[in-house]
């Protein structure tokens, strides 16, 4: 899921007012307890890490040089254990800051990211970078980023393992391979960080090669509550246990631990970027799911020269992610393959179809339409990003595309019936993208063949 990072700020508790002076007991009561003192004020770590810095490295006239003063300094950061992630703007405001810091030699900027550190210790933390948003397209060809590589992490302390080619940041030529297919040893010496997020879910992921997006967790929420549509056995006609999910763009497994935790049989998943993969198949082991992960060729094939029938006689049932790495344009014909190989007792119907890229995921349209269940539907969560103007008008857009393509890949006859294949039954505005741009979900219900032919027989 490409996005925006986010950093919120993260203040830790200041001191309460001091407490009003207690009554007289009244008679025959116990003694009252003595007034509270006023808890000792903590300041934001990152506050106290950088004013830690400048009283006991610097110069002591530092902050008359610079007009600096102590309440000021930035408070803003993110923990991803155990990096220290700053914003873009960590060092660039305010203004007398940013002065400060660029006198800062190199030797100081070390002894500055170490004292942070020290300040941080209670959260076990050794390295320190900074982030920036991630880049849709190479700035200067325009070339579109398609492995959504995090072009904007700028280490700064610890050892972060080998650094990725330059042109892997724009995803292009051998910078793209060595983003699609790390090898071994690539993984080995590369470092990992970890969250946790949405009741003890853990994500783990490389991020100098993968980005991760805090501003997914409402919509990680959203498919884990009650008014998620579509994983309850009264809408599926089925229990939800016996169901699977396909997540087209699986990246780290945004959605697909949040489905998993809501207890589907398994996960279809396709990412064409190796380095989410192995973030994906480490956040299964950590959570407990077992994971398979079979790589596939530029003509569809799998790797290796093994089968699709060897695929399935070698998943158990405690494979309850199945992560295929390469293009998801074979989505529609592998699991297809899978399908004939399992048979119908050991299939489980496909009833949701995640396309999570941004800006736009519909290039996914056609397969998601192909791999909901022919004979029950089921719903497709499709991700834009949308003018906040235009967002009825999007909604109707999608939900006509997909009825179009619902209706020719069950080759219905009746064409006029398309606007019964398909149904948007919610819009979920999840984040402001960009200023003006809303990233949104629509929730679109497909019809199964017998729905739509029903409903062309009442139409005559």
């Not at 391979?177 to 490389?206: K, Y």
């Not at 198949?281 to 398979?292: A, F, L």
């Not at 309850?320 to 998801?328: I, K």
Request: proline fraction near 6%.
């Amino acid at each position: 899921m490409q996005s925006n990072t986010f950093f919120p700020e993260q203040e830790l508790v200041t001191s309460p007012q001091a407490q009003s002076p207690a009554p007289a007991p009244a008679p025959h009561t116990s003694s009252p307890r003595p007034p509270r003192k006023p808890r000792k004020q903590t300041l934001n770590p990152l506050h106290h890490g950088i004013q830690a810095f400048i009283t006991q490295h610097l110069p002591a006239d530092t902050l008359a040089k610079h007009n600096l003063t102590l309440t000021s300094l930035p408070k803003r950061f993110t923990i991803y254990e155990p990096l220290l992630l700053l914003p873009v703007n960590a060092f660039t405001t305010p203004p007398a800051w940013h002065s400060l810091y660029e006198d800062l030699t190199a030797t100081q900027r070390q002894t500055l990211y170490t004292t942070l550190l020290q300040s941080f210790a209670r959260y076990g933390l050794t390295h320190v970078a900074m982030n920036a948003p991630i880049a849709l397209t190479d700035p200067n060809s325009g070339a579109e980023n398609r492995i959504r590589s995090p072009g904007g992490l700028i280490p700064l302390y610890g050892d972060f393992g080998p650094l990725p080619d330059a042109s892997a940041s724009q995803g292009q030529g051998e910078g793209e391979a060595a983003i699609a297919c790390p090898s071994a040893t690539d993984l080995e010496q590369a470092f990992w960080v970890r969250t946790v997020q949405n009741h003890g879910i853990v994500q783990i992921w490389a991020p100098l090669y993968t980005m991760f997006s805090r501003g997914n967790i409402t919509e990680k929420a959203r498919i884990l509550g009650s008014e998620f549509e579509g994983l309850v056995e009264e809408q599926l006609g089925e229990k939800v246990s016996e169901i699977s999910v396909v997540d087209m763009y699986a990246g780290i497994g945004y959605f697909v631990y949040s489905y998993l935790k809501r207890g589907v049989k398994r996960v279809w998943g396709f990412e064409i970027n190796g380095w989410s993969v192995e973030g994906l198949r480490r956040g299964c082991k950590e959570n407990g799911w077992g994971c398979k992960v079979f790589r596939v060729g530029e003509d569809g094939l799998l790797l290796g020269g093994q089968s699709l029938k060897e695929v399935v006689e070698g998943l158990t049932e405690e494979d309850r992610v199945v992560v295929f790495h390469g293009d998801n344009r074979f989505a529609a014909e592998i699991l297809g393959g899978i399908r004939e190989c399992m048979g119908a007792g050991q299939w489980s119907r496909v009833r949701h179809v995640n396309l999570g890229l941004l800006p736009s995921s519909c290039f996914a349209y056609a397969n998601a339409c192909k791999i909901v269940d022919a004979e029950k539907g089921g719903w497709v969560h499709v991700h834009e990003n949308v003018d906040v103007q235009g967002i009825e008008e999007k909604k109707d857009e999608v939900t006509a595309e997909l009825g179009r393509l619902r209706v020719e890949v069950l080759e219905v006859e009746a064409k006029k019936v398309a606007a019964a294949a398909a149904r948007c039954r919610h819009v979920e505005q999840v984040k402001t993208y960009a200023p003006g741009v809303m990233h949104c979900v629509f929730d679109v219900r497909l019809s199964s063949r017998e729905e739509i032919e029903a409903s062309d027989t009442r139409g005559k």
